[in-house]
């Protein structure tokens, strides 16, 4: 068996020690500790357990540790590394777009990996990515708007 002695996440080389067809969720919670992504349904379906990857969201609960070399990986960790939120986190806070929190990190990487692709998504847009994510509690329109104010905060920080 093929193994996985390093990784870059969040910004760094971690050392690991994992077969290479481990699930990178499974690396980045059980060897590294990084366990605000969350296993969800196991199947890549509930987006739960997103990361990006290259910049790209992936869902880790079936993506492979090995598809991940030489690549970078990003999760809900690194988003702010210091004291102050990163411009979606605060925007899911102010518009209370989180009730349970289990979907929360999935959903924050899908709108940071959406608003790097497009940074002024209109309603319909961000409907449609984040249409891949599922929240149990239903904040649906409340994380639509979410997005809606970080897009437009981070414009605003972009001029």
Request: some cysteine.
């Amino acid at each position: 068996m093929t193994k996985i002695t390093q990784i870059h996440v969040n910004g760094s080389a971690r050392p690991i020690n994992a077969d290479a067809d481990r699930s990178l969720l499974g690396v980045l919670r059980d060897d590294l500790g990084l366990t605000g992504t969350k296993y969800g349904c196991g199947e890549g379906q509930c987006g739960a357990c997103t990361v990006l990857v290259d910049g790209k969201r992936v869902r880790s609960c079936i993506t492979r540790i090995d598809a991940t070399r030489g690549k970078r990986i990003r999760t809900i960790e690194d988003l702010a590394p210091g004291t102050e939120l990163h411009p979606v986190q605060q925007a899911f806070l102010d518009a209370d777009a989180l009730q349970c929190g289990y979907c929360t990190s999935g959903m924050i990487m899908s709108a940071v990996a959406l608003l790097s692709e497009q940074p002024a998504p209109d309603r319909e847009a961000i409907i449609t990515f984040m249409d891949k994510n599922i929240c149990r509690c239903c904040t649906y329109p409340r994380i639509v708007a979410a997005i809606e104010r970080a897009a437009t905060v981070m414009k605003g920080a972009a001029t």
